[in-house]
C-alpha cells in the first residue's frame, strides 16, 4: 500500500502522463452524457460537484488501486484526492485546467485551501490573484478557495461555539463549518494547506 501511496503519481500534481488519463476519461464521461437524452426533452448536462457526498462515497468504496483504504474520501469533485498533492496549490489547477470544459456545461467544482498567511501582505494576494488568472486563462472553469488555517478548523471542533460564523467551501455549496458533520469537518481539515 504504502509503495502504491509513495511510489506514482498521481491526479492533481501537474503530470502530463498521469493527467492524460484524466484527460480521458473526463472526455469520455462529459461526451457520453451528452449523447443521452432525457425521456422529457432536452439536454443531459455533465458536470463534477460532489456536494459533499464524496465523503460517503468513500465509506462504501473499497480500497482502490491508488493506496486509498477503505472507508477513505474519495476525490471531492474535481479536486484531487486529500493528501497526494505534492506539488502544490500551482500543480493542483495546472492539472485542472488541462480538461476541455465545452461538455460540462452543468459546472464543477474546485476545492482549494489556503492558509491565511497567503493573504496577510498585499504582494501575496496579488501572487494569488496572478495565479487565479492564469489558471483562467488556461481553460479552467471554477475555483473555491477556504482560507482558512487547520488550527483554526481543529479549535473550531473542540470549541464550536466560538465559531458560529466561520463558513466554508464543501463541494459546491458553502455551510457553517460547525454545522457540518464531523467526517465533512474532517475531510475540509484533511485538503491539503497551500502556502505560497
Known amino acids: 500500500r504504502q509503495k502504491l501511496i509513495n511510489n506514482y503519481e498521481k491526479w492533481g500534481n501537474d503530470s502530463d502522463e498521469i493527467d492524460s488519463f484524466a484527460i480521458e476519461l473526463w472526455d469520455l464521461f462529459t461526451q457520453e452524457v451528452r449523447k443521452n437524452k432525457p425521456l422529457r426533452g432536452g439536454r443531459y448536462n455533465a458536470g463534477a460537484y460532489s456536494m459533499g457526498i464524496h465523503v460517503m462515497e468513500g465509506v462504501i468504496t473499497r480500497p482502490t488501486a491508488d493506496g486509498r483504504k477503505a472507508g477513505r474520501p474519495i476525490s471531492n469533485s ?45 504582494e501575496n494576494v496579488e501572487k494569488f490573484y496572478h495565479l487565479l488568472r492564469t489558471y483562467f486563462k488556461k481553460g479552467g472553469m471554477q475555483i473555491q478557495p477556504n482560507v482558512v488555517s487547520t488550527e483554526t478548523l481543529k479549535d473550531a471542533q473542540i470549541h464550536p461555539e466560538n465559531y458560529t460564523d466561520l463558513i466554508v467551501k464543501v463541494g459546491g455549496y458553502n455551510a457553517t463549518f460547525v454545522d457540518l458533520g464531523i467526517p465533512i469537518q474532517n475531510d475540509i481539515i484533511d485538503r491539503l494547506e497551500n502556502k505560497f
Open 78 to 122: 474535481l479536486s484531487p484526492v486529500n493528501r497526494v498533492e505534492k506539488n502544490g496549490i500551482t500543480a493542483i489547477l495546472n492539472s485542472i485546467a488541462k480538461l476541455n470544459y465545452d461538455f460540462a456545461t452543468n459546472g464543477v467544482a474546485v476545492n482549494v485551501r489556503l492558509h491565511p498567511q497567503n493573504l496577510e501582505s498585499q
